[in-house]
């Protein structure tokens, strides 16, 4: 990728695409990948992890397509069944694929102990991709320690969503931060509009137990379901509000989503 900083969570798509079976939500506009390019240009913001969005399923292919028409710019963050196989899953990686995504908002948690979820898993960290997750509540006590037994990169989003700062009120909280302590679980500062604590105060909590090697940031743009964000400028400045220190903005922008990226590119 471009030097400089780097967009660590953010959808490409048009509402015209067809969307997966029982979708949570449909989209209510258009993020096109030239749109999204023109504003990273405009923003002096150098490349971007791409996020499938759950409304599409496992159907990645207009992601992909972006990634191959930016490929300096941007890597991808697929949906994809666990039976997918190791070859198939080398093939994604060498489009740009980096981590595989599991949404479970409104979804059961997924039984990561059977045989073919240990399977899928193994594969994942062989070829260095990660599992990024978006969960909540009682959903992370229950997820997490199959993960992290695993020993898969594990990429939290939007901090895990939590309800209440105070992790004594909040399993989930105290999971996602005990979790934060290992060295192969990243947190993405990102989306405080989708969860009801406060993103400063988690944040506080999560560089006490775990520091700051593994924080990133991300847009969330185009904020599906939520039209009351529409200026990217402002989701970027939400972290100079929560990180008052800017050598450890630079980090979380620069640093840590290259090093992030790095490991995929070094595990293949």
């Known amino acids: 990728m471009l030097h400089g900083p780097i967009d660590a969570h953010a959808h490409v798509f048009t509402k015209s695409l067809p969307v997966q079976q029982g979708a949570r939500y449909l989209p209510q506009q258009d993020a096109p990948t030239e749109a999204y390019l023109n504003l ?3 923003e002096g913001i150098a490349g971007a992890i791409l996020i499938q ?3 599409l399923g496992a159907d990645n292919s207009y992601m992909l397509a972006a990634v191959a028409r930016a490929p300096q710019r941007f890597r991808a963050v697929a949906v994809l069944p666990p039976s997918t196989d190791a070859a198939e899953l080398a093939r994604l990686a060498a489009q740009g694929v980096v981590g595989i995504r599991l949404n479970l908002l409104d979804q059961a948690v997924p039984p990561l102990a059977t045989p073919v979820w240990r399977s899928f898993l193994e594969a994942l960290a062989r070829l ?5 997750v978006q969960a909540e509540g009682e959903q992370w006590p229950q997820l997490l320690p199959a993960l992290l037994a695993a020993r898969v990169t594990v990429v939290i989003d939007h901090l895990g969503r939590p309800q209440s700062s105070d992790p004594t009120s909040s399993p989930g909280l105290s999971a996602v931060v005990a979790a934060a302590a290992n060295s192969n679980v990243w947190v993405k500062a990102s989306g405080p509009y989708r969860f009801a604590a406060s993103a400063k105060t988690v944040l506080e909590r999560l560089i006490d137990v775990a520091g700051t090697e593994r924080l990133l940031w991300g847009s969330d743009w185009p904020w599906t ?9 402002v989701t970027r400045r939400w972290l100079d509000e929560w990180i008052a220190d800017a050598a450890v903005r630079a980090q979380i922008l620069i640093a840590n989503p290259r090093r992030l990226l790095g490991m995929q590119v070094a595990a293949r």
């Open 40 to 42: 990273l240009d405009h």
């Open 53 to 55: 969005p759950s409304f």
């Open 128 to 132: 260095g991709l990660f599992v990024e």
């Open 225 to 233: 379901q939520h039209p009351e964000i529409t200026d990217y400028a």
